[in-house]
């Protein structure tokens, strides 16, 4: 290759843009990453992998009053916000230097400033220098929205801020019903302060299914979490050292804390997409193909910016077949469909397949096989809490069309189910394979009795 600076550009070194630029390098690809933040991106350094040690961090508490009925004395608890924040930045920093130690071993030149888009093969740095490649890859994420038009939106955080808040907050609102919203509710909730959830929709997570829904929203009340739905946030007032909310209907009260969790939104403002003809979706996502092509010639997408599906193995996904498509020599699509996934919630919630609904739409004929019940560990510790395991099955081949668990490990779950069902797995494959006992999971594979309306 001559006349470039470079065989690709990657702008953005989050989880997809980090493994593109590894793989192309290691395909023998002269590579340079742009960041103007840290090596990571939101999983890493803001986004998965934080919250996840802010939401076992949560569960302690729970832990400890479980103990007592096996035998356990729990006396002089106590729990410091400072140090788990402290201990989170200690891991986030080690996860940034593996980051960028892996990205520069492989040969990937890592630029530690923000890149723009001049035009057709050319990107400008923060500093002013200029450069060219054959290949851009655009890998900038996706971004926490606020609603700019609500008056005192400016009093609210997003979920960046939560990771560093100085201190607790007796009480806070948290607006949305998506798994953002859903998951720092029980984590606020677990720390002991007093959590609001403001959501405008029906029900919390909208797309899963339904008796996941309802299942879960009925757990987190127990927990305390007060949820309204079908309700929005009209203001925000300064109020003392907190906030005063209002809402549709007039009713106000006050809070240490608001917190927006609406969604994410690509991250596409500056990047100067328009200067090399790269078109943008309805929804303001970079448009590509099945290849991750956008509309420009050599310039490519993968990740959040793409609101394809939004999640970090999906951008690594996405990040390696675009590399193994350009520089590799093959031809690497992602399939989309039957992605597992998990919402760590609590409990957690781990799924994969159709919905009841889904799977109901284009008419065929479907089987329901559930259960809801109490988890051994709890008929010791007296905790009222039950477990939901749900399988939607065509009645016609058989099929195994969609698994849904709401209870401990339903994430460590749903990896392996995600398999089963990738594979065709019908039914009676599940009702074959012998149970481990005495587990949760055995109840998918002992499931007999079809679930019936009104039952």
């Not at 290691?26 to 040690?53: H, M, W």
Request: overall charge neutral.
């Amino acid at each position: 290759m001559t006349g470039f600076d470079y065989d690709l550009f990657v702008i953005g070194a989050g989880s997809g843009g980090v493994r593109a630029a590894r793989i192309a390098a290691r395909y023998g690809a002269k590579v340079a990453v742009a960041e103007e933040y840290r090596v990571g991106g939101t999983c890493v350094i803001r986004g998965c992998v934080p919250k996840k040690l802010f939401v076992y961090a949560s569960k302690f508490a729970e832990e400890f009053e479980d103990a007592v009925g096996f035998g356990w004395t729990s006396e002089k608890i106590s729990f410091d916000w400072q140090t788990l924040v402290a201990n989170k930045d200690r891991e986030i920093d080690r996860l940034n230097k593996a980051y960028v130690r892996n990205l520069e071993g492989a040969g990937a030149e890592l630029i530690l400033e923000r890149a723009t888009i001049a035009g057709p093969n050319t990107l400008v740095l923060a500093s002013g220098r200029r450069v060219t490649a054959k290949n851009i890859l655009v890998a900038t994420g996706a971004t926490p929205f606020v609603p700019r038009h609500l008056p005192g939106h400016e009093l609210s955080i997003t979920s960046n801020e939560a990771f560093h808040l100085e201190r607790l907050p007796a009480r806070i609102c948290i607006v949305g019903g998506g798994y953002i919203a859903v998951e720092f509710a029980g984590i606020f909730s677990g720390l002991g302060v007093e959590t609001v959830l403001i959501y405008r929709g029906e029900q919390i997570l909208r797309g899963f299914d339904d008796d996941l829904r309802n299942h879960l929203a009925g757990e987190m009340a127990k927990k305390g979490i007060e949820i309204r739905t079908k309700t929005d946030v009209t203001r925000i007032d300064r109020s003392g050292d907190g906030v005063r909310v209002t809402l549709e209907d007039g009713a106000a009260f006050g809070a240490g804390q608001i917190m927006f969790a609406t969604g994410r939104i690509p991250n596409v403002v500056g990047l100067g997409l328009e200067n090399a003809g790269v078109e943008l979706t309805p929804h303001y996502a970079v448009k590509v193909d099945a290849y991750s092509r956008t509309t420009a010639p050599d310039i490519y997408a993968v990740g959040d910016v793409t609101n394809r599906v939004n999640l970090t193995p999906v951008a690594i996904r996405e990040g390696h077949a675009f590399a193994d498509t350009v520089f590799g020599g093959k031809d690497v699509k992602v399939d989309h469909r039957l992605i597992p996934t998990a919402v760590f919630s609590q409990p957690e919630i781990g799924t994969v397949g159709l919905t009841e609904t889904e799977a109901r739409k284009d008419g065929r004929a479907i089987d329901i096989y559930k259960t809801s019940f109490k988890p051994m560990k709890h008929t010791l510790s007296g905790r009222d809490e039950r477990m939901l395991m749900k399988l939607v099955v065509d009645a016609e081949t058989d099929v195994v069309l969609g698994c849904h668990i709401c209870g401990p490990d339903a994430g460590e779950m749903a990896q392996l189910l995600g398999i089963a069902v990738r594979l065709g797995a019908k039914k009676s494959d599940f009702d074959a394979t012998m149970a481990v006992h005495p587990t949760a999971a055995e109840e998918l594979v002992t499931l007999r009795e079809k679930w019936q309306p009104g039952r």
